[in-house]
């Protein structure tokens, strides 16, 4: 499945979240690989973040996640940088982005 996500950077912190993504924990890339992502991509414009990602299942991705260490590290983190975070609560419908239109 494909789904789209939109977070937004807090003000000033664009270079450090731009870091911390050329720098991300092997073992955080190797669990989200094991719970059925194909591919995640991130686009910045501004403060605005758009993700894509193709997965197997975005709600068991969640779950899978959820406890791991180095994911709630990395949650902690990503919070310190995004004004507006991607709300991780929601079951994996309701924290997308609706599809408008495709071509």
């Known amino acids: 499945m494909r789904v ?18 050329r720098q991300v924990p092997d073992a955080l890339i190797a669990a989200i690989r094991a719970a059925g992502v194909h591919e995640w991509n991130i686009w910045r414009s501004g403060l605005d973040l758009f993700h894509v990602l193709e997965c197997d299942d975005y709600a068991a991705l969640l779950t899978s996640l959820a406890d791991l260490p180095v994911n709630i590290e990395w949650q902690a983190r990503m919070g310190e940088l ?9 079951d994996g419908k309701e ?8 071509l």
């Open 4 to 21: 789209a996500l939109h977070t937004r950077l807090a003000a000033g912190r664009e270079s450090e979240y731009e870091q911390a993504h």
């Open 82 to 90: 995004t004004a507006v975070p991607h709300d991780y609560s929601a």
């Open 95 to 102: 924290a997308t982005l609706p599809l408008v239109w495709s």
